[in-house]
């Protein structure tokens, strides 16, 4: 299985970007989705998680009211708004195959599969 993020990019503070992450060769019944993300000299935390089958999503706080996480069949979007400096960091997406009914989880070594990442760089 592979993921493929994209989207990210260089953008002002209180702007906008959409990041997308593609699944390919393998439909999972019922599984989670998820993005995650990394800045220089800090450990990779979770941002949102989507249980497409179950409608349900989980935010971090950080990102909580900003950013909305959406998709379907083996995709995953991050819509991000207001950005601001402390959001710059390279963003990953992740899948949770066997996930418990309806749970998001914000544990990294809970997914089992992990995209490239893609760098999100906000300017003050």
Not at 26 to 36: I, N
Request: glycine share 10%.
């Amino acid at each position: 299985v592979q993921l493929q993020a994209s989207g990210g990019g260089l953008v002002q503070a209180g702007g906008s970007l959409r990041l997308s992450c593609a699944a390919s060769t393998r439909t999972f019944s019922s599984y989670v989705m998820a993005w995650f993300r990394q800045a220089p000299g800090k450990e990779r935390e979770f941002v949102a998680a989507n249980a497409w089958s179950h409608g349900k999503q989980y935010y971090a706080d950080s990102v909580k009211a900003r950013f909305t996480i959406s998709g379907g069949v083996n995709t995953v979007y991050l819509q991000m708004d207001s950005l601001e400096a402390e959001d710059t960091a390279i963003y990953y997406c992740a899948v949770d195959v066997a996930p418990a009914v309806g749970y998001c989880s914000p544990y990294k070594n809970m997914y089992d599969y992990w995209g490239q990442g893609t760098q999100v760089t906000v300017s003050s």
